[in-house]
């Protein structure tokens, strides 16, 4: 029934940019705080950028801080992460799930099936 699906992911050369995105259904979109998280091979998941229900607020992580930029549609139910100046360790699958505000902890059952970027030197 919820429903959250990325797209925008690809390959690039370092220095490059992508524009992901999120298309949520099967919940009231507006009423929660949502985030994208990314997972590489061999490493543990990261929370990168999270935004609060109303985009009056942003969260970075510190490694992507200044080069990506999170936003959200509430109408039309999207979700999207601006990365631009991409380098090779951001090489990843990336994924938008619904969070509790002001963590990086998921709904359960609030999770895409993911988006694979990849930077090459």
């Known amino acids: 029934r919820v429903q959250l699906v990325e797209s925008g992911g690809g390959s690039v050369q370092a220095g490059g940019s992508l524009r992901l995105s999120c298309a949520a259904s099967?919940?009231?979109?507006?009423?929660?705080?949502m985030a994208w998280f990314r997972q590489a091979p061999g490493k543990e998941r990261e929370g990168v950028a999270r935004?609060?229900?109303?985009?009056?607020?942003?969260y970075y992580a510190d490694s992507v801080k200044g080069r990506f930029t999170i936003s959200r549609d509430n109408p039309k139910k999207a979700l999207f992460l601006q990365m631009d100046s991409l380098k090779p360790e951001d090489t990843a699958l990336y994924y938008c799930?619904?969070?509790?505000?002001?963590?990086?902890?998921?709904?359960?059952?609030?999770w895409g099936q993911g988006t694979q970027v990849t930077v090459s030197s």
């Open positions: 799930a619904a969070i509790y505000t002001g963590t990086w902890d998921v709904r359960p059952g609030y």
């Open positions: 935004i609060y229900r109303s985009n009056t607020g942003t």
């Open positions: 099967g919940y009231t979109f507006s009423d929660y705080s």
